[in-house]
Each structure stands twice: as C-alpha cells, then as structure tokens.
C-alpha cells in the first residue's frame, strides 16, 4: 500500500484550502465499523476515517471484551485488542489507503496495548497523551500515565521509515470537555506536542475545543499555533479543532447550528481539522447517517468561510499571555517534559478546574462572564497575575449548573452564546 504520512495528507488538503473533517465514531461489529469507514470515505467532504475504540479497552479489560463479543453483547467502540487481526484488517482492506487514512482514537492513560495492535493493523495515527487521557478519564496515577505514553510515544516512533511517520494527536485542548480556561487547554496541549517529539514523534496536532466565546476561541487557536511556532522547531504540526465538547443543545437545529459554528471557527482561526458532533448527540450514540450528515454539514459550513494567511499569527493577547506563562513555568521545572508536567501538577502550576483526579490541586475555578468569555474565579497556585482573577465571589453549585448547560440553552433558543 502506498502511505501518504497522516500529517502530510491534512497538510495537502491545507495547501488547497480545504479543511479535513473527521467523526468521532466506533463500533464493535466489524462489518458495522467498515460501513462507517465506507460512508466517511464516500463523504462529500475531505475526511480521514476514525476507529474510536471501546471502553473494555480503553482500560485494558480485555476478557470483559472478549466475553462481550462471544455473548453478541453491543460494544461502544471497535474493540481493537480483541478482534481477530485478519478480521481487523479484512475490514480496512481497500479502505485505508494513500487516499483515506484513518486514525485510533482510545482515552486510554495507559495505551502500549493499543499501540502494538494499531501498528500491527498498518496504522500509525492516534491520539490522547499522558495529561488528557489520565486526568478527566481515569483514577490511574498520573506518574503511571506518563510513563505509560513514553513507552507508547517510543514504540510508534520506532516504526517511523519506508513511507510511515506515525502521528499522535494530543487531547489536551479538550481537557474535561467545557469550562476550563483557554489557557490551560492550549498549554497542556503545547507540553503534550513537546513531551511526543521528546520521546521521538516528527508529526503531531494540537487540539482546542470550541469554547463559550468565538472572539476568545479565535485568540485561543492564535496562541495555539503561536506557541507551536515558537516550540516545535522542526517538527510537523497542525492544529485540529473539536467541535463544542460539553452539554449538547437538544434541538435538532440547535445542534447542527453549533456545529457550522464549530465549522466556521475552524477556517476562521487556522485550523487544520475539525472533529465534528452530530445532531444526534443529546439523544443517543450516533449512528453512520448522524455522523455523515454532521461531516457534510461541517464541510459545506466551512467552504463559506475565507481561509486566511497560514503564516504563523502576530497576537499578543490575554490568552496567549497566560499561556506563555504556564507553558514556560512547566518547562523551567525540568529538563525532561514528563517529569516537568508531574512536578507542575504536584506544587499546583498546572490545575484543571472541576477535575476530580487525585493528582489535580483542584483548586482553581472558573466562570462564563458576561460577555461569554471563561475566566477565572481562583487560580490557586497557578503562576499567573492576580490581574487573572475576575471575580472575588466564590462559585457556587448553581452557577457550575447554568454554566454547564450556557451553549446548549443558547444554541436551543436559536442564538449564539
């Protein structure tokens, strides 16, 4: 099979200004998952095709799996451990290919099993990374994690050659899905890209969900790739974009309207990619038609929108201020990225607000202003000016309530947040 490297196909459809528009989407029947990929090949977009993997593996229960499928039990994602490997690959066969390449997407903190399996599967593309998919998924230590992804970023790297660059996506601009402070989602993103190249990885993206505010998720995404202009020296990434990860609004409008939104930030803020949600999201798991009416949605939304300059932005703005700091106090911990991320998250330079992991300070908060921005509440030791604090009030259960659901009774009542 001829490979056309992950990065470098997102990079292509790029250069002729297309944006690439990816499902989130993942069965356990392998003739079910080959329709999916079909369908999302055979989209009237530029897609790359997705296996999401269920939760058995995702925690490495693989007898739970195991049993599921002896039994005709449904799964919530392709189980990729578990599947014979000939029936794996029979259901790639004549899918992926230089054309359409697909990726392993997992939420697994500890993911050398799912590693092994991709790579012996032909693929070489996932996502995740040992802050984002240990701290809102999992009670796995966070030292655990970090080795864990070392060993995993370690062995794809070493299937780099003959046409392959393995890529890995880090999941850190979605940390917990909503309410967190763009600051911290394009950190943690930045330090994740650094700890992948670190350990020996020449492609990564950088993610950033789509937030309460399209102004701040404009300056998010600038400070995004501002920072990976400055860090990554010579590594290949880009930035993809997911589409609004919280509470999703119930309607049927309400929901695709979000999403052309989501869209339409994507080609506005010079993102790469765009993970999409469909119009089914609130209701139920999506199905294959839910999720190629949300890619086709998604494309005809961008294809309205004026791609801009792809030279690397001029912003000097809150978040990027706030950003810089935090990337910078991490790196100033420790020559070694991991052990700098496990040092920040013990003395509380990096906290996550409203995570409940052991291993997060959980003392910082944050709130939707009026204007629709994410601010802070309390920093706890956060190293940023107390100009960052907006608010003295203290948040209460009430206000993380309404704040849970602002886009979705927004988006439901037919406006914008």
């Avoid at 007898?63 to 005709?72: F, K, P, V």
């Avoid at 240990?134 to 050659?161: F, Q």
Wanted: glycine share 10%; net charge neutral; proline share 6%.
């Amino acid at each position: 099979m001829t490979r056309v490297p992950f990065g470098d196909f997102v990079a292509g459809a790029r250069a002729r200004g297309t944006l690439v528009v990816q499902p989130r989407m993942g069965f356990g029947d392998p003739r079910r998952m080959r329709e999916g990929l079909v369908r999302t090949r055979a989209a009237d977009a530029v897609t790359v095709g997705t296996l999401t993997l269920d939760s058995y593996t995702r925690v490495r229960d693989l007898a739970a799996a195991r049993h599921a499928l002896d039994e005709g039990v449904p799964l919530n994602g392709y189980p990729i451990c578990t599947h014979p490997r000939e029936t794996s690959r029979a259901m790639l066969d004549g899918v992926h290919d230089a054309s359409f390449p697909v990726q392993v997407r997992h939420g697994s903190p500890r993911p050398e099993h799912i590693v092994s399996a991709l790579l012996a599967l032909g693929l070489d593309a996932t996502e995740g990374g040992p802050v984002s998919y240990c701290l809102p998924y999992s009670r796995t230590p966070l030292r655990d994690a970090v080795a864990s992804w070392r060993r995993s970023c370690e062995m794809l790297a070493r299937h780099t050659g003959d046409g392959r660059v393995p890529h890995v996506e880090s999941f850190g601009g979605c940390l917990l899905g909503q309410l967190c402070p763009p600051a911290v989602l394009v950190a943690v993103s930045v330090l994740e890209g650094l700890f992948f190249a670190r350990h020996g990885l020449r492609s990564v993206s950088l993610s950033y969900a789509q937030q309460t505010s399209w102004q701040q998720d404009l300056e998010a995404v600038a400070a995004l790739r501002l920072l990976a202009g400055e860090l990554l020296g010579d590594v290949d990434w880009h930035v993809v974009l997911y589409a609004y990860m919280g509470v999703y609004p119930l309607s049927r409008g309400g929901a695709l309207a979000l999403l052309e939104a989501a869209a339409r930030l994507a080609v506005a803020s010079g993102a790469s990619r765009l993970i999409v949600k469909t119009a089914a999201e609130a209701h139920r798991i999506p199905t294959v038609a839910d999720n190629v009416e949300a890619l086709e949605t998604a494309a005809r939304a961008a294809a309205g929108v004026p791609v801009p300059d792809p030279g690397p932005p001029g912003v000097d703005s809150e978040v990027y201020a706030e950003a810089r700091t935090l990337v910078h106090t991490v790196l100033g911990l420790h020559d070694d990225v991991g052990t700098a991320l496990l040092a920040a998250f013990r003395r509380g330079l990096l906290d996550i607000p409203y995570c409940l992991h052991p291993d997060n300070a959980g003392r910082a908060r944050s709130f939707i202003d009026r204007d629709g921005r994410l601010r802070w509440a309390d920093t706890g030791a956060l190293p940023l000016p107390h100009a960052a604090v907006s608010t003295a009030r203290k948040v209460t259960s009430a206000d993380l309530l309404s704040a849970l659901s602002h886009v979705q009774r927004a988006y439901d009542h037919g406006g914008t947040p």
